[in-house]
């Protein structure tokens, strides 16, 4: 167990839906800036935003303070990703390493691109379809570097730490040998995802070959220095919310109960009583019509 849990205020599919995060003490955390990058010694922790096979674009939210994870929000409107054949929503947990941060103002000499401006993606490819704002720990096998709009959007691929599998996979070779077709699938994902919005297809860098382990481990490492950065403040975030209770090196460190405080503010947790829909793809469908 993590020690770690999550608590959701409102009602999901909405605007006002949130994930909080709290720590061991039931005490609310940043999943940004409070959980630890590291969970053991070559082990990261991941935060899952976006469970297998489901559509819901869901993201931490740099900006707010807490930074809790909400659906994303396009002119007005709740984002969904479609079902890209022949595909089913996502087809990895989806989420993020907690401590990193894609820096806007640094080219990428890897993909003459800057940051994402987000902490960086993982795509968990165990076999357990994680919950919304579960805490997972992970072991990194490789990364893919693609390049979202003109900037950098590195996309880590690891697994799960706890699946029945994962002493069989150490590096990216071990996916392409025990999952074949699954790294393909990934690039085609991601190229392609947009393209029923209207937008063009995503590229990539080393023409999208996914690189191996240590060179994943190299810029995760990289993007925690910027991170660190970002949070004593020697780097101007440009509005997002460094808002944290745990890094004592930050003036934007805050006690327990001003971050309970942010929370107490919003609509109350949402019971079993709330009206949601019990089918997502026909709420899916429902929002897209």
């Not at 993201?59 to 303070?65: L, N, R």
């Not at 949070?231 to 440009?238: L, N, Q, S």
């Given at each position: 167990m993590s020690g770690f849990s999550s608590e959701e205020r409102a009602a999901p599919f909405t605007l006002?839906?949130?994930?909080?995060?709290k720590n061991e003490k039931g005490q609310y955390i940043s999943p940004?800036?409070?959980?630890?990058?590291?969970?053991?010694?070559?082990?990261?922790?991941?935060?899952?935003?976006?469970?297998?096979?489901?559509?819901?674009?869901?993201?931490?939210?740099?900006?707010?303070?807490?930074?809790?994870i909400k659906q994303d929000v396009k002119k007005g409107k709740l984002r969904y990703v479609a079902n890209l054949f022949p595909y089913k929503g996502y087809i990895w947990n989806y989420g993020a390493i907690p401590q990193t941060?894609?820096?806007?103002?640094?080219?990428d000499e890897h993909t003459g691109c800057c940051g994402d401006n987000d902490p960086i993606d993982v795509c968990e490819i165990g076999s357990k379809v994680c919950?919304?704002?579960?805490?997972?720990?992970?072991?990194?096998?490789g990364i893919l570097a693609m390049i979202d709009e003109g900037e950098t959007d590195w996309k880590?691929?690891?697994?799960?730490?706890?699946?029945?599998?994962?002493?069989?996979?150490?590096?990216i070779n071990d996916v392409k040998r025990l999952k074949p077709g699954y790294l393909e699938a990934t690039v085609d994902w991601f190229r392609r995802y947009k393209v029923p919005d209207g937008k063009p297809e995503n590229q990539f860098a080393f023409n999208a070959?996914?690189?191996?382990?240590?060179?994943?481990?190299?810029?995760?490492?990289?993007?925690?220095?910027?991170w660190r950065a970002l949070?004593?403040?020697?780097?101007?975030?440009?509005g997002i919310s460094c808002m944290n209770t745990t890094v004592f090196e930050s003036p934007f460190q805050c006690d327990p109960d001003a971050a309970k405080a942010i929370v107490?503010?919003?609509?109350?947790?949402?019971?079993?009583?709330?009206?949601?829909?019990?089918?997502?793809?026909?709420?899916?469908?429902?929002?897209?019509?």
């Open positions: 006002e839906y949130r994930v909080f995060l940004f800036h409070d959980i630890p990058i590291y969970a053991d010694k070559d082990v990261f922790h991941m935060v899952v935003e976006v469970p297998r096979w489901s559509n819901a674009k869901m993201e931490i939210a740099t900006k707010d303070p807490l930074n809790p941060w894609e820096d806007p103002r640094h080219n919950a919304r704002g579960e805490i997972i720990r992970v072991k990194v096998l880590v691929i690891a697994i799960n730490v706890d699946d029945p599998d994962a002493a069989n996979y150490n590096d070959e996914f690189k191996d382990k240590d060179f994943a481990i190299d810029i995760i490492k990289s993007t925690h220095d910027y949070v004593t403040k020697k780097t101007d975030g440009k107490d503010a919003l609509p109350p947790p949402c019971e079993s009583a709330c009206t949601i829909p019990t089918d997502v793809d026909k709420w899916f469908h429902h929002q897209k019509n």
